[in-house]
C-alpha cells in the first residue's frame, strides 16, 4: 500500500469551485484492497484525487470512484459524501443496516463503522474525512 508522503496532494486556493471543465478532476489508481477485504469482483480498479488535506492531516476532502464491486472498508474517521454517479448499497457490518445509494444521494458514515460496498454500477463520489489520529500507511 502506498504511503501517505509517496501520494502527492496538491494545494490549492481557500475558495475552490469546480464546474465546466474542472467539474471532473482527474483521477489516479490507488491501492489495491486487502484480498481478505474483497468479497466479489475487482474492487482495485479504483481511484481518485485528494483535493484538500489540512496541514494537521486529519481533514480531507477527494473524489473517489470504484467500478462494480463488493467489498469491505472500516472507516478510520467520519466521512460525509455525495454521489456522483453510480449505485452502490452500503451495509453496517455491526448493525446490519442496509442502504441503496445513486447520484445525489448525500451520506454520511461513522468513524469505527465496517461498511460492506456492494457497488452495482460505478460509483463516483466527493467526499470529507475527518480522522481523530493521522495513520502514515493511510493515502486519503
Known amino acids: 500500500m502506498a504511503k501517505a508522503h509517496d501520494m502527492p496532494v496538491e494545494a490549492k486556493p481557500t475558495l475552490t469551485v469546480f464546474s465546466g471543465e474542472d467539474a471532473d478532476p482527474p483521477l489516479a489508481p490507488w491501492p489495491d484492497f486487502p484480498a481478505e477485504d474483497v468479497i466479489a469482483g475487482d474492487p482495485d480498479g479504483h481511484r ?32 460525509c459524501g455525495h454521489v456522483l454517479a453510480g449505485r452502490a448499497t452500503l451495509t453496517n457490518e455491526a448493525t446490519g443496516e442496509s442502504i441503496t445509494l445513486k447520484a445525489g444521494d448525500h451520506f454520511f458514515i461513522e468513524f ?10 460505478t460509483f463516483r463520489k466527493v467526499y470529507t474525512m ?3 489520529e493521522w495513520d502514515e500507511e493511510r493515502f486519503y
Open 112 to 121: 469505527g463503522a465496517r461498511i460492506t460496498w456492494q457497488v452495482h454500477e
Open 48 to 79: 481518485g484525487v485528494v483535493l484538500y488535506r489540512d496541514p494537521k492531516r486529519r481533514y480531507s476532502v477527494g473524489v473517489w470512484e470504484c467500478p462494480p464491486a463488493t467489498f469491505i472498508e472500516p472507516y478510520p474517521g467520519t466521512e
Open 130 to 132: 475527518y480522522e481523530d
